[in-house]
Protein backbone atom coordinates (compact mmCIF):
# COMPACT_ATOMS: atom_id res chain seq x y z
CA UNK A 1 0.00 0.00 0.00
CA UNK A 2 0.86 3.68 -0.23
CA UNK A 3 2.75 5.35 2.58
CA UNK A 4 2.74 8.82 3.54
CA UNK A 5 5.25 10.31 5.80
CA UNK A 6 5.66 13.59 7.32
CA UNK A 7 7.90 15.01 10.43
CA UNK A 8 6.78 14.77 14.12
CA UNK A 9 7.11 17.49 15.71
CA UNK A 10 7.40 21.21 14.81
CA UNK A 11 7.35 24.24 17.29
CA UNK A 12 7.27 28.15 16.32
CA UNK A 13 6.53 31.18 17.61
CA UNK A 14 3.31 33.04 17.14
CA UNK A 15 3.75 35.44 14.49
CA UNK A 16 6.32 33.36 12.09
CA UNK A 17 5.54 30.80 9.71
CA UNK A 18 4.64 26.98 10.05
CA UNK A 19 6.24 24.71 7.36
CA UNK A 20 4.67 20.92 7.61
CA UNK A 21 6.46 18.56 4.80
CA UNK A 22 4.88 15.26 3.92
CA UNK A 23 5.89 12.59 1.10
CA UNK A 24 3.86 10.58 -0.49
CA UNK A 25 4.16 7.61 -2.93
CA UNK A 26 1.42 6.88 -5.70
CA UNK A 27 2.34 8.91 -8.77
CA UNK A 28 -1.62 8.30 -10.19
CA UNK A 29 -4.40 10.96 -10.12
CA UNK A 30 -4.20 11.81 -6.73
CA UNK A 31 -5.86 14.22 -4.19
CA UNK A 32 -3.93 15.52 -1.26
CA UNK A 33 -5.45 16.22 1.90
CA UNK A 34 -4.41 18.55 4.67
CA UNK A 35 -6.60 17.89 7.86
CA UNK A 36 -6.15 19.55 11.64
CA UNK A 37 -6.82 17.83 14.86
CA UNK A 38 -7.06 19.37 18.17
CA UNK A 39 -7.06 17.66 21.10
CA UNK A 40 -9.94 15.22 22.19
CA UNK A 41 -11.68 16.27 18.47
CA UNK A 42 -11.98 14.72 15.18
CA UNK A 43 -10.63 15.54 11.88
CA UNK A 44 -10.96 19.43 10.34
CA UNK A 45 -9.95 19.38 6.70
CA UNK A 46 -7.91 22.50 5.75
CA UNK A 47 -6.91 22.31 2.31
CA UNK A 48 -6.37 19.87 -0.24
CA UNK A 49 -4.29 19.89 -4.00
CA UNK A 50 -4.66 17.72 -6.60
CA UNK A 51 -1.51 15.88 -8.15
CA UNK A 52 -1.32 17.94 -11.54
CA UNK A 53 -1.34 21.10 -9.66
CA UNK A 54 2.34 22.87 -7.94
CA UNK A 55 -0.01 25.81 -5.63
CA UNK A 56 -2.84 26.30 -3.73
CA UNK A 57 -3.63 29.22 -1.83
CA UNK A 58 -6.25 29.75 0.81
CA UNK A 59 -5.81 32.87 3.18
CA UNK A 60 -3.04 32.06 5.37
CA UNK A 61 -2.27 28.48 4.10
CA UNK A 62 0.19 27.45 1.21
CA UNK A 63 0.43 24.12 0.02
CA UNK A 64 3.35 23.48 -2.62
CA UNK A 65 3.56 19.70 -4.99
CA UNK A 66 6.58 18.64 -5.72
CA UNK A 67 5.77 16.09 -7.79
CA UNK A 68 9.03 15.15 -9.80
CA UNK A 69 10.14 14.45 -5.46
CA UNK A 70 6.48 13.49 -4.55
CA UNK A 71 6.53 16.36 -1.73
CA UNK A 72 3.97 18.26 -0.30
CA UNK A 73 4.36 20.85 2.18
CA UNK A 74 1.83 23.02 4.14
CA UNK A 75 2.92 26.87 4.84
CA UNK A 76 0.88 28.22 7.65
CA UNK A 77 1.77 32.21 7.54
CA UNK A 78 1.45 34.55 10.70
CA UNK A 79 1.14 31.47 13.08
CA UNK A 80 -1.42 31.84 16.10
CA UNK A 81 -1.69 30.27 19.37
CA UNK A 82 -5.06 28.51 17.93
CA UNK A 83 -3.17 26.93 15.44
CA UNK A 84 -1.55 24.17 17.94
CA UNK A 85 -2.76 20.94 16.80
CA UNK A 86 -1.64 18.15 14.90
CA UNK A 87 -1.60 18.17 10.94
CA UNK A 88 -2.21 14.81 8.66
CA UNK A 89 -1.54 14.77 5.22
CA UNK A 90 -3.59 11.95 3.28
CA UNK A 91 -3.23 10.88 -0.25
CA UNK A 92 -6.57 9.85 -2.11
CA UNK A 93 -5.13 8.01 -5.13
CA UNK A 94 -7.95 7.27 -7.69
CA UNK A 95 -7.82 3.50 -7.81
CA UNK A 96 -6.93 3.05 -3.97
CA UNK A 97 -8.29 4.53 -0.53
CA UNK A 98 -7.09 7.26 1.81
CA UNK A 99 -4.05 6.67 3.35
CA UNK A 100 -2.76 9.66 5.82
CA UNK A 101 0.69 10.01 7.75
CA UNK A 102 1.62 9.98 11.46
CA UNK A 103 0.89 12.92 12.17
CA UNK A 104 2.81 16.79 12.54
CA UNK A 105 2.39 17.99 16.39
CA UNK A 106 2.21 21.89 15.84
CA UNK A 107 3.27 23.80 18.71
CA UNK A 108 2.96 27.61 18.92
CA UNK A 109 4.23 29.58 21.76
CA UNK A 110 3.39 33.02 22.24
CA UNK B 1 -26.61 19.44 12.35
CA UNK B 2 -25.44 17.82 8.56
CA UNK B 3 -22.60 15.63 9.06
CA UNK B 4 -21.19 12.15 10.16
CA UNK B 5 -22.78 11.26 14.00
CA UNK B 6 -20.74 8.59 15.86
CA UNK B 7 -22.22 6.60 19.23
CA UNK B 8 -21.13 6.47 21.53
CA UNK B 9 -18.51 8.48 22.28
CA UNK B 10 -17.12 6.79 25.12
CA UNK B 11 -17.03 2.75 25.60
CA UNK B 12 -15.19 0.78 28.38
CA UNK B 13 -15.52 -2.43 27.85
CA UNK B 14 -13.88 -6.01 29.16
CA UNK B 15 -12.21 -8.76 27.58
CA UNK B 16 -14.12 -10.79 25.36
CA UNK B 17 -17.06 -8.75 25.50
CA UNK B 18 -18.77 -7.51 22.30
CA UNK B 19 -20.02 -4.19 21.02
CA UNK B 20 -21.22 -1.91 18.18
CA UNK B 21 -19.92 1.34 17.24
CA UNK B 22 -22.58 3.27 15.44
CA UNK B 23 -21.96 5.84 12.23
CA UNK B 24 -24.57 7.53 10.81
CA UNK B 25 -24.26 10.35 7.99
CA UNK B 26 -26.88 12.49 6.72
CA UNK B 27 -25.07 14.08 3.22
CA UNK B 28 -26.15 11.38 0.94
CA UNK B 29 -22.95 10.12 0.61
CA UNK B 30 -22.03 6.96 -0.95
CA UNK B 31 -18.63 5.68 0.33
CA UNK B 32 -18.60 5.19 4.17
CA UNK B 33 -15.19 4.31 6.39
CA UNK B 34 -14.22 3.48 9.26
CA UNK B 35 -10.73 3.98 11.16
CA UNK B 36 -8.72 4.05 14.24
CA UNK B 37 -6.33 6.15 15.62
CA UNK B 38 -3.59 5.44 18.08
CA UNK B 39 -0.94 7.42 19.06
CA UNK B 40 2.22 7.50 16.99
CA UNK B 41 0.46 5.49 14.47
CA UNK B 42 -2.19 8.17 12.58
CA UNK B 43 -4.85 6.50 10.90
CA UNK B 44 -5.30 3.27 9.62
CA UNK B 45 -8.20 1.80 7.79
CA UNK B 46 -10.37 -0.88 9.20
CA UNK B 47 -12.90 -1.40 6.73
CA UNK B 48 -14.85 0.59 4.14
CA UNK B 49 -18.07 0.79 1.75
CA UNK B 50 -17.60 2.29 -1.79
CA UNK B 51 -21.39 1.89 -2.06
CA UNK B 52 -24.72 0.69 -0.22
CA UNK B 53 -24.63 -3.21 -0.51
CA UNK B 54 -20.92 -3.68 -0.76
CA UNK B 55 -18.25 -3.72 1.96
CA UNK B 56 -14.46 -4.31 1.65
CA UNK B 57 -11.67 -5.28 4.28
CA UNK B 58 -8.49 -2.37 4.86
CA UNK B 59 -5.72 -2.55 6.23
CA UNK B 60 -6.50 -3.49 9.75
CA UNK B 61 -9.91 -5.93 9.47
CA UNK B 62 -8.96 -8.44 12.30
CA UNK B 63 -11.44 -8.84 15.08
CA UNK B 64 -13.88 -6.26 12.94
CA UNK B 65 -16.80 -6.91 11.13
CA UNK B 66 -19.08 -4.30 9.30
CA UNK B 67 -22.43 -3.86 8.18
CA UNK B 68 -23.84 -0.98 6.13
CA UNK B 69 -27.23 -0.84 7.18
CA UNK B 70 -28.40 1.65 4.29
CA UNK B 71 -27.14 4.22 2.64
CA UNK B 72 -26.79 6.42 6.29
CA UNK B 73 -25.59 4.18 7.86
CA UNK B 74 -22.68 1.82 8.32
CA UNK B 75 -21.54 0.00 11.99
CA UNK B 76 -18.55 -1.79 13.41
CA UNK B 77 -18.79 -4.35 15.01
CA UNK B 78 -15.82 -5.88 17.60
CA UNK B 79 -17.09 -9.49 18.72
CA UNK B 80 -14.42 -10.03 21.30
CA UNK B 81 -12.96 -7.50 22.32
CA UNK B 82 -9.23 -7.24 23.55
CA UNK B 83 -6.69 -4.61 25.28
CA UNK B 84 -5.65 -3.98 21.51
CA UNK B 85 -8.51 -2.50 20.23
CA UNK B 86 -8.18 -0.41 22.75
CA UNK B 87 -8.36 2.66 20.71
CA UNK B 88 -9.99 6.24 18.99
CA UNK B 89 -12.53 5.19 16.00
CA UNK B 90 -13.48 7.76 13.57
CA UNK B 91 -16.45 6.77 10.63
CA UNK B 92 -16.16 9.15 7.87
CA UNK B 93 -17.66 9.25 4.53
CA UNK B 94 -17.37 11.27 0.71
CA UNK B 95 -19.90 11.38 -2.15
CA UNK B 96 -18.60 8.76 -5.16
CA UNK B 97 -16.78 10.58 -7.86
CA UNK B 98 -16.72 14.43 -6.00
CA UNK B 99 -13.02 14.27 -3.90
CA UNK B 100 -12.87 18.22 -3.90
CA UNK B 101 -14.51 18.80 -0.62
CA UNK B 102 -12.78 15.99 1.44
CA UNK B 103 -13.89 13.25 3.81
CA UNK B 104 -16.25 14.16 6.26
CA UNK B 105 -15.15 12.77 9.59
CA UNK B 106 -17.43 11.99 12.94
CA UNK B 107 -16.07 13.20 16.38
CA UNK B 108 -14.88 9.56 17.00
CA UNK B 109 -15.82 7.01 19.55
CA UNK B 110 -13.03 6.33 22.52
CA UNK B 111 -13.09 2.89 23.57
CA UNK B 112 -11.04 1.21 26.07
CA UNK B 113 -10.84 -2.89 26.77
CA UNK B 114 -9.49 -3.41 30.11
Known amino acids: GEDVEQSLFLSVREGDSSVINCTYT??????LYWYKQEPGAGLQLLTY?????DMKQDQRLTVLLNKKDKHLSLRIADTQTGDSAIYFC??????????FGKGTMLLVSP | NAGVTQTPKFQVLKTGQSMTLQCAQD?????MYWYRQDPGMGLRLIYYSASEGTTDKGEVPNGYNVSRLNKREFSLRLESAAPSQTSVYFCASIPQGVRDYGYTFGSGTRLTVV
Open chain 1, 49 to 53: IFSNM
Open chain 1, 26 to 31: DSSSTY
Open chain 1, 90 to 99: AEDPEYSTLT
Open chain 2, 27 to 31: MNHNS
